[in-house]
């Protein structure tokens, strides 16, 4: 177990549609990031935010947004949902950016 | 530009034989990370190793080690009498700071481990 809670485990939705992804990091830990996991694209880091504030910005779509709140817990939004969003999302953190970073379960987001 | 690349796709050996993983990175920063994770079949993907680009020491933990090599930009991974909890896939992994962090993960590497 490394920590790092992410709800809900499944989520199956229609296309069109917006989600919110949930992540609570490790205790003591400032850095959250977002990844997505498919079988075509590996996996991509979308964004990390450390204490609040937007730190790194990846492969992320304007249709997804993110943000940490003042507990450290993140969440992902993904809205106007596409089949091509089908994918695992994984929330990982660190105590620092640089360190080794620490995973949840992931999300499995099945759109249809 | 950056570039971590996992050229073995998938990787078969019976168990107890010894295997590598190979990770070769692209970088023009100095000042960089690597590391290696795992994902095993229950899909929660695992650290196994953090390298910065300063330390080039080769590091054992147990039946694992790692050969960091910036000459040729190589950061392999070798499992020592593989054992069949082995089998998962292999992710090495690319930090590096330009103003902000990027970070960027290779394709991965299957390895089956066969009894």
């Known amino acids: 177990d490394s920590g790092v809670t992410q709800t809900p485990k499944h989520l199956i939705t229609a296309t069109g549609q917006r989600v919110t992804l949930r992540c609570s990091p490790r205790s003591g830990d400032l850095s959250v990031y977002w990844y997505q996991q498919s079988l075509d694209q590996g996996l991509q880091f979308l964004i990390q935010?450390?204490?609040?504030?937007?730190?790194a910005k990846g492969n992320i779509l304007e249709r997804f947004s993110a943000q940490q709140f003042p507990d450290l817990h993140s969440e992902l939004n993904l809205s106007s949902l596409e089949l091509g969003d089908s994918a695992l999302y994984f929330c990982?953190?660190?105590?620092?950016?640089?360190?080794?970073?620490?995973f949840g379960p992931g999300t499995r987001l099945t759109v249809t | 530009a950056q570039k971590v690349t996992q050229a073995q796709t998938e990787i078969s050996v019976v168990e107890k034989e010894d295997v590598t993983l190979d990770c070769v990175y692209e970088?023009?920063?100095?000042?960089?990370?690597l590391f290696w994770y795992k994902q095993p079949p229950s899909g929660e993907l695992v650290f196994l190793i953090r390298?910065?680009?300063?330390?080039?020491q080769n590091e054992i933990s147990g039946r694992y080690s790692w050969n960091f090599q910036k000459s040729t930009s190589s950061f392999n991974f070798t499992i020592t009498a593989s054992q069949v909890v082995d089998s998962a896939v292999y992710f090495c992994a690319l930090i590096w700071t330009s103003g902000t962090y990027k970070y960027i993960f290779g394709t991965g590497t299957r390895l089956k481990v066969l009894a």
């Open positions: 990982a953190s660190s105590a620092l950016q640089g360190n080794e970073q620490y």
């Open positions: 935010y450390y204490n609040g504030e937007e730190r």
């Open positions: 390298r910065n680009s300063f330390d080039e």
């Open positions: 970088t023009r920063d100095t000042t960089y990370y």
